[in-house]
């Protein structure tokens, strides 16, 4: 999955709000196992954060917790990137996060989060083909004229809603 030490530092990136108190916790543990991590706890350009996505080979998103997320769209643009997407739930991520199909979706402790890393490096390449298979699957399903016209419909059906 990942290189051995000395390896690519970009071998895993983690993002989000929850990441600021607890993801400097993940790095010596992945770095004790070997692999390499480039931790994003800041807001950067959005071209360097997809950058740092389509090099990642695998992919640890920490949404906000606390408050939860509307449509997460970290989750789907990791996919569209190929990268092995590990993200637990934030309630925004329910309708795309399918856990083993598309991504992992592992409890919201660190522990939880390194027992997904530890998962999805042991996937066989057969596995990690048909888990990015099935995200580039959902990401096609979330696509903008999709999203576009499923609100049109409801758009369309106001009357009847109320």
Request: charge should be positive; glycine fraction near 8%.
């Amino acid at each position: 999955m990942g290189q051995p030490r000395g390896g690519n530092l970009s071998d895993r990136i983690t993002s989000g709000q929850w990441a600021r108190v607890n993801a400097p916790k993940l790095p010596p543990r992945l770095t004790a196992m070997g692999y390499g991590v480039q931790l994003l706890t800041s807001l950067i350009p959005r071209r360097d954060y997809l950058q740092y996505l389509n090099r990642a080979k695998m992919t640890i998103l920490l949404p906000n917790r606390e408050e939860g997320e509307g449509f997460y769209l970290p989750a789907p643009e990791a996919m569209a990137m190929g990268t092995l997407t590990i993200c637990p739930d934030c309630i925004g991520n329910r309708c795309f996060c399918f856990p083993g199909y598309n991504c992992l979706r592992p409890k919201y402790t660190v522990e939880g989060l390194l027992e997904a890393i530890k998962e999805a490096i042991a996937f066989s390449e057969v596995r990690k083909s048909l888990v990015k298979k099935a995200a580039f699957q959902t990401v096609a399903e979330h696509g903008l004229i999709k999203e576009r016209t499923a609100f049109m419909e409801i758009l369309n059906h106001l009357d009847d809603l109320w």
